[in-house]
């Protein structure tokens, strides 16, 4: 069975640090581009960060300004999401997905997400 499931979400001050994960099993997860993704309350999902399978490289979305840092543990089959400086916009469901074909092509699986909750 494909599993993706994060964790680590929960409620912190603005300014704060939160650090989420995800971890996948029954895929081979050397292969797959992983992905975070987040919805906030009305609007749509929008793409965060991704490591491509291939080299590793990692994407991120311009407007983080390098506030998240992506990593990926291989030999555990997780990726995690450090998150700093949180601002009250960051509150979203967060979601990690896996993408066979890389990080701008169409998602294969997707976990059940965390919630982030950021107060000002």
């Known amino acids: 069975e494909v599993q993706l499931v994060e964790s680590g979400g929960g409620l912190v001050q603005a300014g704060g640090s939160l650090r989420l994960s995800c971890a996948a099993s029954?895929?081979?997860?050397?292969?797959?581009?992983i992905g975070w993704f987040r919805q906030a309350p009305g609007k749509e999902r929008e793409g965060v960060s991704c490591i491509e399978s291939s080299d590793g490289t990692t994407h991120y979305a311009y407007w983080l300004k390098g506030r998240f840092t992506m990593s990926s543990d291989n030999a555990k089959n997780t990726v995690y999401l450090q998150m700093n400086s949180l601002k009250p916009e960051d509150t979203a469901v967060y979601y990690c997905?896996?993408?066979?074909?890389?990080?701008?092509?169409?998602?294969?699986?997707w976990g059940r997400g965390t919630q982030v909750t950021v107060s000002s």
């Open positions: 997905a896996a993408s066979f074909t890389g990080c701008q092509y169409e998602y294969d699986y």
């Open positions: 029954g895929f081979t997860f050397d292969d797959y581009a």
